[in-house]
């Protein structure tokens, strides 16, 4: 447990569902309570003031990113990202894994019904993921872009994404999914083109909170479908003609975001700043190793990679002769908290989780014995 870091948290010791959803910060907890209270005493400058924290935000998301804030832009969840990358294709067959998850999958069925860019599905190998060599197999002289998760929600599965931009080429787009990755792991964002995550989950920020990352390359080719009047050059001048949109990645804004949520970013983003990415990167993979020792003591089956520089965050099993709904009561009484599906179950620990989880879980497991 990385002690400074998770002093911020009362988030109970058996909580390992933060690929589901992070519990924020009390610092998130009260910026947002301050935010709605100074607007609940609203004057002349109240709006004002309120709004700066998207500027924070956004320079704060820019800098984990290692970008600049020209080449980012608030959103309010990483779906609202990639319809906008998807949308701005105009034609051609993007590359996807048919494995990763729906928010992957339904920007590009739409783009499709609308006959600009088709999705092509990757196969990726149970317990695997993308990976350069699936990527270059697939590639044809119609591929205009690769869109994948920086990690696999079900695994894991942590993708070389230097590697794939290699694959690729310089002229194609790379989008990346980075909700299961970003503000945990260190990863090349710089290879990507785009980069959208959401604050839900592993960065604590609470709902409607997220951000995307755009390269040069991705602002000069993509087309900004979605631009609404704060994404236009002037945008304070109210003359009832059309603006051309931003020359920056503000360009991908809509409309006003909530100031409340941005403060919430603000002081999400700032204990990943302060207690870095490393350090809270390699608190989880303390933890994930524990895990996989006790469910592997307990006779359970370990569905993530096997390779500690392959995994990130999320643990996936099962519990031979045992169904997950079983397993996931089993882990309930013993005050653990997971993600059950049909056909497994994930842990997904964060920095802030003490060894006990790996107790508890130990002692739920067990119990499956008796």
């Known amino acids: 447990m990385l002690t400074s870091y998770a002093a911020h948290f009362n988030t109970p010791p058996g909580y390992l569902d933060f690929a589901r959803f992070g519990p924020p910060s009390r610092d998130a907890v009260a910026a947002t309570a301050l935010a709605m209270e100074e607007s609940a005493r609203a004057d002349h400058s109240t709006v004002d003031g309120l709004m700066r924290a998207e500027a924070a935000a956004r320079d704060a998301a820019a800098r984990l990113a290692g970008t600049d804030a020209q080449h980012t832009v608030l959103l309010p969840n990483a779906s609202t990202g990639l319809f906008h990358a998807a949308l701005g294709i105009r034609e051609g067959v993007v590359l996807a894994p048919r494995t990763d998850f729906p928010a992957n999958h339904y920007p590009w069925r739409r783009?499709?019904?609308?006959?600009?860019?088709?999705?092509?599905?990757?196969?990726?190998?149970?317990?695997?993921?993308?990976?350069?060599?699936?990527?270059?197999?697939?590639?044809?002289?119609?591929?205009?872009?690769?869109?994948?998760?920086?990690?696999?929600?079900?695994?894991?599965?942590?993708?070389?994404?230097?590697?794939?931009?290699?694959?690729?080429?310089?002229?194609?787009?790379?989008?990346?999914?980075?909700?299961?990755?970003?503000?945990?792991?260190?990863?090349?964002?710089?290879?990507?083109d785009v980069v959208v995550a959401g604050g839900q989950k592993w960065l604590r920020a609470g709902w409607a909170t997220g951000f995307a990352a755009l390269s040069d390359r991705a602002l000069e080719s993509l087309e900004p479908v979605l631009t609404g009047w704060t994404g236009v050059e002037d945008v304070g001048l109210f003359d009832g003609i059309e603006h051309p949109p931003a020359a920056h990645a503000q360009r991908w804004s809509i409309t006003n975001l909530s100031p409340v949520t941005a403060a919430a970013f603000v002081a999400a983003l700032d204990l990943v700043e302060r207690h870095t990415v490393a350090a809270i990167e390699a608190a989880v993979a303390t933890r994930v190793t524990e895990l996989t020792d006790v469910v592997e003591r307990q006779g359970g089956h370990i569905l993530s990679p096997t390779d500690p520089a392959r995994r990130a965050g999320i643990l996936s099993f099962t519990m031979p002769d045992h169904d997950p709904s079983v397993v996931a009561k089993a882990l309930h009484a013993e005050g653990v908290t997971a993600t059950a599906r049909t056909d497994s179950l994930r842990f997904?620990?964060?920095?802030?989780?003490?060894?006990?989880?790996?107790e508890r879980v130990g002692a739920a497991l067990s119990s499956l014995r008796n």
């Open 111 to 192: 783009t499709a019904d609308l006959g600009r860019a088709t999705p092509r599905w990757l196969e990726p190998t149970p317990g695997s993921g993308v990976t350069p060599e699936l990527v270059r197999a697939a590639l044809t002289d119609d591929v205009v872009a690769v869109s994948v998760s920086a990690v696999d929600f079900r695994t894991g599965f942590r993708a070389d994404l230097a590697a794939l931009r290699e694959a690729i080429g310089p002229d194609r787009l790379l989008i990346v999914d980075a909700i299961q990755a970003f503000g945990v792991a260190e990863m090349a964002w710089d290879a990507a």
């Open 348 to 358: 997904s620990p964060h920095a802030s989780t003490p060894a006990e989880a790996s």
